[in-house]
């Protein structure tokens, strides 16, 4: 499995507990049973996943602030999804090249979001990756979102 495909299998995990409210173990069981488990980037898959929903109200405050317009609920759930991905790797993932995130992204938009979905991710991440930085800051081992409006 791929690092794209490992990206596809995070978002199908995160839409299952977004949407239907599943449970982290039954969606991964899920997949695997519907997809075939997980064999290279198993570890990968998980890292996203589960970063991803420990820090989804940072996350999710992030893109609220960039998308000023966009109250995050009325967002499509695959879009909103898609970017708590990438947003999670832009932010917490040192290890992961800012450019490869959005990339990826904006291909998952294209593929299993709407027909503007890969420009709307990408107008969001893009302000995002001007300065990362510039929207977490660390205070007691914790991340609060700045607004920098």
């Known amino acids: 499995m791929s690092r794209r495909q490992a990206r596809e299998r995070a978002l199908q995990v995160l839409y299952q507990t977004d949407v239907g409210g599943a449970d982290l173990a039954g969606a991964f069981r899920?997949?695997?049973?519907?997809?075939?488990?997980?064999?290279?980037?198993?570890?990968?898959?998980?890292?996203?996943?589960?970063?991803?929903?420990?820090?989804?109200?940072?996350?999710?405050?992030?893109?609220?602030?960039?998308?000023?317009?966009?109250?995050i609920n009325r967002m499509a759930r695959v879009d909103r999804n898609i970017m708590r991905l990438a947003l999670y790797e832009i932010l917490y993932c040192m290890d992961i090249p800012?450019?490869?995130?959005?990339?990826?992204?904006?291909?998952?938009?294209?593929?299993?979001?709407?027909?503007?979905?890969?420009?709307?991710?990408?107008?969001?991440?893009?302000?995002?990756?001007?300065?990362?930085?510039?929207?977490?800051?660390?205070?007691d081992n914790t991340f609060r979102v700045v607004d920098t409006t």
């Not at 820090?55 to 317009?69: F, G, L, T, Y």
């Open 30 to 71: 899920y997949m695997d049973e519907e997809f075939g488990a997980i064999r290279d980037e198993d570890k990968f898959v998980q890292r996203l996943v589960c970063g991803t929903i420990e820090n989804m109200a940072p996350i999710d405050k992030v893109i609220a602030v960039v998308s000023k317009e966009w109250h």
């Open 98 to 139: 800012n450019n490869v995130s959005v990339n990826e992204a904006v291909e998952l938009g294209k593929i299993y979001g709407g027909e503007d979905s890969g420009r709307f991710i990408n107008g969001i991440l893009g302000k995002v990756i001007e300065n990362p930085g510039a929207y977490l800051q660390e205070q």
